[in-house]
Protein backbone atom coordinates (compact mmCIF):
# COMPACT_ATOMS: atom_id res chain seq x y z
CA UNK A 1 0.00 0.00 0.00
CA UNK A 2 1.43 3.52 -1.21
CA UNK A 3 1.25 6.03 1.51
CA UNK A 4 -1.63 8.16 -0.41
CA UNK A 5 -3.30 5.22 -0.04
CA UNK A 6 -2.43 5.26 3.71
CA UNK A 7 -3.11 8.37 4.10
CA UNK A 8 -6.66 8.16 2.89
CA UNK A 9 -7.65 5.24 4.82
CA UNK A 10 -6.58 7.27 8.14
CA UNK A 11 -8.76 10.00 6.93
CA UNK A 12 -11.47 7.53 5.98
CA UNK A 13 -11.74 6.19 9.45
CA UNK A 14 -11.43 9.38 11.45
CA UNK A 15 -14.26 10.96 9.18
CA UNK A 16 -16.24 8.20 9.62
CA UNK A 17 -15.33 8.00 13.63
CA UNK A 18 -16.40 11.53 14.07
CA UNK A 19 -19.76 11.21 11.84
CA UNK A 20 -20.29 8.26 14.33
CA UNK A 21 -19.94 10.04 17.64
CA UNK A 22 -22.22 13.36 15.81
CA UNK A 23 -25.42 10.89 14.82
CA UNK A 24 -24.53 9.72 18.64
CA UNK A 25 -24.63 13.40 20.30
CA UNK A 26 -28.20 13.81 17.97
CA UNK A 27 -29.66 10.85 19.04
CA UNK A 28 -28.92 11.70 22.94
CA UNK A 29 -30.37 15.13 22.34
CA UNK A 30 -33.34 13.74 20.17
CA UNK A 31 -34.04 11.41 22.97
CA UNK A 32 -33.38 14.18 26.06
CA UNK A 33 -34.91 17.12 23.90
CA UNK A 34 -38.33 16.82 26.53
CA UNK A 35 -36.20 17.77 29.54
CA UNK A 36 -36.00 21.26 30.38
CA UNK A 37 -33.59 22.67 33.37
CA UNK A 38 -35.24 25.16 35.08
CA UNK A 39 -34.00 28.70 33.76
CA UNK A 40 -34.29 31.84 35.56
CA UNK A 41 -32.86 33.63 38.61
CA UNK A 42 -33.55 33.42 42.17
CA UNK A 43 -36.25 35.43 43.77
CA UNK A 44 -35.58 39.02 44.59
CA UNK A 45 -36.49 38.28 48.18
CA UNK A 46 -33.91 34.94 48.56
CA UNK A 47 -31.25 35.07 51.41
CA UNK A 48 -28.32 34.08 49.99
CA UNK A 49 -26.50 31.68 51.70
CA UNK A 50 -23.41 30.68 50.51
CA UNK A 51 -21.84 31.25 46.79
CA UNK A 52 -18.97 29.26 45.14
CA UNK A 53 -16.92 28.97 42.01
CA UNK A 54 -15.81 25.73 40.22
CA UNK A 55 -16.33 23.64 37.12
CA UNK A 56 -19.82 22.27 36.32
CA UNK A 57 -19.21 18.49 35.31
CA UNK A 58 -22.48 16.94 34.31
CA UNK A 59 -25.78 16.06 34.57
CA UNK A 60 -26.67 12.38 34.08
CA UNK A 61 -29.69 9.96 34.96
CA UNK A 62 -30.02 9.62 38.53
CA UNK A 63 -27.10 6.97 40.12
CA UNK A 64 -25.84 6.20 36.43
CA UNK A 65 -22.90 8.25 36.45
CA UNK A 66 -21.82 7.35 33.17
CA UNK A 67 -25.06 8.28 31.14
CA UNK A 68 -24.64 12.09 30.22
CA UNK A 69 -27.99 13.55 29.80
CA UNK A 70 -28.11 16.03 26.84
CA UNK A 71 -30.24 18.75 28.49
CA UNK A 72 -29.91 22.21 26.66
CA UNK A 73 -27.64 24.36 28.78
CA UNK A 74 -26.38 21.72 30.66
CA UNK A 75 -25.06 19.22 28.34
CA UNK A 76 -21.30 20.44 28.69
CA UNK A 77 -18.94 20.68 31.15
CA UNK A 78 -18.12 24.63 32.18
CA UNK A 79 -17.23 27.25 34.45
CA UNK A 80 -19.77 27.77 37.13
CA UNK A 81 -20.58 29.69 39.77
CA UNK A 82 -22.85 28.18 42.40
CA UNK A 83 -25.63 30.43 45.01
CA UNK A 84 -27.21 28.52 47.58
CA UNK A 85 -30.11 30.57 48.40
CA UNK A 86 -32.64 29.85 51.33
CA UNK A 87 -35.15 29.48 48.46
CA UNK A 88 -33.07 26.94 46.24
CA UNK A 89 -30.37 26.97 44.02
CA UNK A 90 -28.97 29.16 41.43
CA UNK A 91 -26.34 27.83 38.65
CA UNK A 92 -24.98 30.60 36.10
CA UNK A 93 -23.05 29.16 33.51
CA UNK A 94 -20.92 31.32 31.02
CA UNK A 95 -22.94 31.34 27.35
CA UNK A 96 -26.50 29.73 29.21
CA UNK A 97 -29.00 31.53 30.61
CA UNK A 98 -29.12 31.49 34.50
CA UNK A 99 -30.84 28.03 35.73
CA UNK A 100 -32.19 28.15 39.65
CA UNK A 101 -33.59 25.13 41.19
CA UNK A 102 -36.15 25.90 44.02
CA UNK A 103 -35.92 23.81 47.05
CA UNK A 104 -39.17 21.74 46.26
CA UNK A 105 -37.42 20.45 43.27
CA UNK A 106 -34.32 19.20 45.31
CA UNK A 107 -33.80 15.77 46.52
CA UNK A 108 -30.37 15.12 47.57
CA UNK A 109 -26.64 16.84 47.70
CA UNK A 110 -23.42 14.38 48.45
CA UNK A 111 -20.59 13.76 47.17
CA UNK A 112 -18.69 11.56 44.53
CA UNK A 113 -15.37 10.48 43.26
CA UNK A 114 -16.34 9.72 39.68
CA UNK A 115 -19.02 11.29 36.18
CA UNK A 116 -18.27 10.72 32.91
CA UNK A 117 -15.02 11.91 32.12
CA UNK A 118 -13.89 12.97 35.62
CA UNK A 119 -12.45 11.35 38.13
CA UNK A 120 -11.17 13.10 41.15
CA UNK A 121 -9.76 12.48 44.86
CA UNK A 122 -12.63 10.60 46.65
CA UNK A 123 -15.48 12.69 47.57
CA UNK A 124 -14.25 15.50 45.17
CA UNK A 125 -17.42 16.12 43.57
CA UNK A 126 -20.78 17.46 44.55
CA UNK A 127 -23.61 15.66 43.36
CA UNK A 128 -26.55 17.42 43.47
CA UNK A 129 -29.95 15.24 42.72
CA UNK A 130 -32.77 17.35 41.87
CA UNK A 131 -36.16 16.32 39.74
CA UNK A 132 -35.65 17.54 35.89
CA UNK A 133 -39.48 17.48 35.29
CA UNK A 134 -41.45 17.05 38.66
CA UNK A 135 -40.65 13.47 37.91
CA UNK A 136 -37.49 11.93 36.87
CA UNK A 137 -34.43 12.58 39.07
CA UNK A 138 -31.00 13.41 37.78
CA UNK A 139 -27.32 13.89 39.02
CA UNK A 140 -25.91 17.05 38.31
CA UNK A 141 -21.86 17.10 39.59
CA UNK A 142 -19.71 20.32 40.12
CA UNK A 143 -16.64 20.53 41.24
CA UNK A 144 -15.86 23.61 43.58
CA UNK A 145 -12.58 25.63 43.42
CA UNK A 146 -11.89 26.98 46.54
CA UNK A 147 -13.89 24.91 49.15
CA UNK A 148 -14.18 21.18 49.69
CA UNK A 149 -17.04 18.69 48.42
CA UNK A 150 -17.84 18.25 51.39
CA UNK A 151 -18.44 22.21 52.78
CA UNK A 152 -20.66 22.62 49.46
CA UNK A 153 -23.05 19.42 49.86
CA UNK A 154 -23.31 20.60 53.13
CA UNK A 155 -24.44 23.97 52.87
CA UNK A 156 -26.97 22.64 51.04
CA UNK A 157 -28.22 19.70 52.59
CA UNK A 158 -30.54 21.81 55.25
CA UNK A 159 -32.78 23.12 52.54
CA UNK A 160 -33.75 19.79 51.51
CA UNK A 161 -37.50 18.73 51.91
CA UNK A 162 -37.79 15.98 54.45
CA UNK A 163 -39.62 13.96 52.31
CA UNK A 164 -36.90 13.61 49.53
CA UNK A 165 -35.63 10.32 48.73
CA UNK A 166 -32.92 9.46 45.90
Known sequence: MTREAALAVMIGVAVLLLATLAFA?????????????????????????????????????????????????????????????????????????AYFLPVAQLVAADQSQVVIDRVVERDGLVRLVWRIDGERLVDSYLRPQDVSAKTVADSIRPLIPSGSDA
Request: glycine share 10%; proline share 8%; charged share 25%.
Open 25 to 97: WWRRARRDAGLVAPVGEPPADAAELARWSGLYVATTVHDQPLERLAVRGLGFRSRAVLTVTDRGIGLELPGSP
